[in-house]
């Protein structure tokens, strides 16, 4: 074997190493924007049960439930779908961005051979059509 050979092989092993860390990176920063999502939607359900256990007591009259208790649990939900709206922007740009690392990293599937102009795939090594040998 060739050293030359070795040292292509440990290269094109470093770079893909490198690829797949980033993009592990960038999938655990989804998931954790998720997750962020995921707990602040459970506050709004609890918050919402709250606003109708209260609403419920002060139509049936079975506690002296003020407007200003209500409007603080409102101003709380509206707080928080907030927060939710914020974090889906946020996880829309984090996969905007993380796409267009993958299409920037990536070559794209058809090329033109630069001798006879031809389609030809990244992976083809020579032209179909007149032969040349591709640059990889």
């Given at each position: 074997m060739s050293t030359d050979f070795i040292e292509n092989l440990l290269?094109?092993?470093n770079s893909s190493m490198d690829k797949l860390s980033g993009k592990v990176t960038e999938m655990f920063e989804v998931?954790?924007?998720k997750n962020q999502i995921?707990?602040?939607?459970?506050?709004r359900k609890r918050k919402l049960e709250e606003?109708?256990?209260?609403t419920f007591r002060k139509v049936e009259n079975t506690e002296n439930i003020?407007?200003?208790?209500?409007?603080k649990i409102v101003g709380d939900i509206k707080e928080i779908n907030k927060q939710i709206s914020e974090k889906k922007e946020e996880l829309d740009r984090s996969i905007k961005e993380a796409k267009q690392k993958v299409?920037?990293?990536?070559p794209s599937q058809k090329e033109f051979c630069p001798n006879c102009g031809n389609k030809v795939s990244y992976t083809d090594k020579f032209c179909r059509n007149c032969?040349?040998?591709l640059e990889q």
């Open positions: 290269k094109d092993i998931s954790k924007v995921n707990d602040l939607a459970r506050q606003l109708g256990s209260l003020s407007e200003e208790e209500i409007n299409d920037q990293s990536e032969g040349q040998k």
